[in-house]
T-cell receptor
Framework: NAGVTQTPKFQVLKTGQSMTLQCAQD?????MSWYRQDPGMGLRLIHY???????DQGEVPNGYNVSRSTTEDFPLRLLSAAPSQTSVYFC?????????????FGPGTRLTVT | KQEVTQIPAALSVPEGENLVLNCSFT??????LQWFRQDPGKGLTSLLL?????REQTSGRLNASLDKSSGRSTLYIAASQPGDSATYLC????????????FGPGTSLSVIP
């Protein structure tokens, strides 16, 4: 049981480049989400999904795109990278049934945009 | 709108001390409250989950309590060790917006040998 996995662990981009951060979970969780973590700002929700084919915006969605074609995968796309997107990105998942809603996090992707 | 705060922002204690970390939330209508640990440069590790119907949860030297009516949770760490040094975050899921998890800013704990 791998839990929540993220790739890559580290990435350096030039301004204007695009890339996709990968996230996968093997716990059959309906809910998946992306956060960014910045010093002094805490964890901020970017996008989330409550099931395959359903996504919605979080607190800071601008500059990011998501899709959810399967229960397992929830990739985050940076359309045109900007230095303000330098951050650590975390993917998380949790069930929506069963009552506990315990959240599980991936190890993170550290992104630097120059 | 749910807001979560944590006090203190940072804490430094000698090894062996018992300590309490505090988490406050503004909307008492929550599904659950979860405590996480984050080591520098690492992801978040779940420590304890308290559902809204529960008053406390225990795991080893950790005990978390929940008082929904006052909007507070405490994380008690007994007999602290240098390996407990990390940032501790609390997070709540509100009944009115179960699709969003609201995090506190965290408490940075340093346990001095």
């Amino acid at each position: 049981n791998a839990g929540v996995t993220q790739t890559p662990k580290f990435q350096v981009l030039k301004t204007g480049q695009s890339m996709t951060l990968q996230c996968a979970q093997d716990m059959n969780h309906e809910y998946m989400s992306w956060y960014r973590q910045d010093p002094g700002m805490g964890l901020r929700l970017i996008h989330y999904s409550v099931g395959a084919g359903i996504t919605d915006q979080g607190e800071v969605p601008n500059g990011y795109n998501v899709s959810r074609s399967t229960t397992e995968d929830f990739p985050l796309r940076l359309l045109s990278a900007a230095p303000s997107q330098t951050s650590v990105y975390f993917c998380a998942s949790r069930p929506l049934a069963g009552g506990s809603y315990e959240q599980y996090f991936g190890p993170g992707t550290r992104l630097t945009v120059t | 709108k749910q807001e979560v705060t944590q006090i203190p922002a940072a804490l430094s204690v000698p090894e062996g001390e018992n300590l309490v970390l505090n988490c406050s939330f503004t909307d008492s209508a929550i599904y659950n409250l979860q405590w996480f640990r984050q080591d520098p440069g690492k992801g978040l590790t779940s420590l304890l989950l308290i559902q809204s119907s529960q008053r406390e949860q225990t795991s080893g030297r950790l005990n978390a309590s929940l008082d929904k009516s006052s909007g507070r949770s405490t994380l008690y760490i007994a007999a602290s060790q240098p390996g407990d040094s990390a940032t501790y975050l609390c997070a709540v899921i509100s009944e009115t917006s179960y699709d969003k998890v609201i995090f506190g800013p965290g408490t940075s704990l340093s346990v001095i040998p």
